[in-house]
């Protein structure tokens, strides 16, 4: 396991375009994660969590602590897309890789843009 862990890292290494991909994934992950964070306050206003057609309300609330949930789902996503490009890489072609690592960022930033839209219209005008 752990020279299979060094083969990988040997061959990421070795791709440069792939290893600076996945850096800026996580880097902005992490910058996004932390501009949500700040962005979430308590409050005894309530949000919206999700819809189901079952059961006698539609609609149903959580609190504000829900809303935390949004900051780790970049970092989760980044990890996990590092992981599996890496994983690529070794057993297909490098070009599966990128298209994965670059599917990564735009992951990311679309679920930035889904959370702070999300954000905006908790926050109390």
């Known amino acids: 396991m752990k020279t299979i862990i060094k083969e990988s890292f040997k061959k990421l290494f070795a ?3 792939l290893l600076i991909l996945l850096s800026v994934m996580i880097l902005l992950s ?8 700040f962005s979430v306050h308590p409050s005894e206003l309530q ?3 999700h819809y189901s057609a079952y059961g006698d309300m ?3 609330r959580d609190q504000w602590f829900y809303l935390i949930s949004f900051a780790f789902f970049g970092p ?20 599966l890789s ?3 690592a670059w599917l ?9 843009v889904i959370s702070l839209a999300v954000l905006n219209v908790w926050t109390p005008l």
């Open 15 to 17: 791709d440069r375009y």
């Open 30 to 37: 992490l910058i996004l994660s932390t501009i949500i964070s």
């Open 47 to 49: 949000l919206v969590s």
């Open 58 to 60: 539609h609609l149903y």
């Open 76 to 95: 989760i996503v980044a990890l996990l897309h590092t992981i599996i490009s890496i994983k690529m890489l070794i057993i297909r072609d490098r070009s």
């Open 98 to 100: 990128l298209l994965f």
């Open 104 to 112: 990564g960022i735009a992951i990311v930033i679309i679920g930035f």
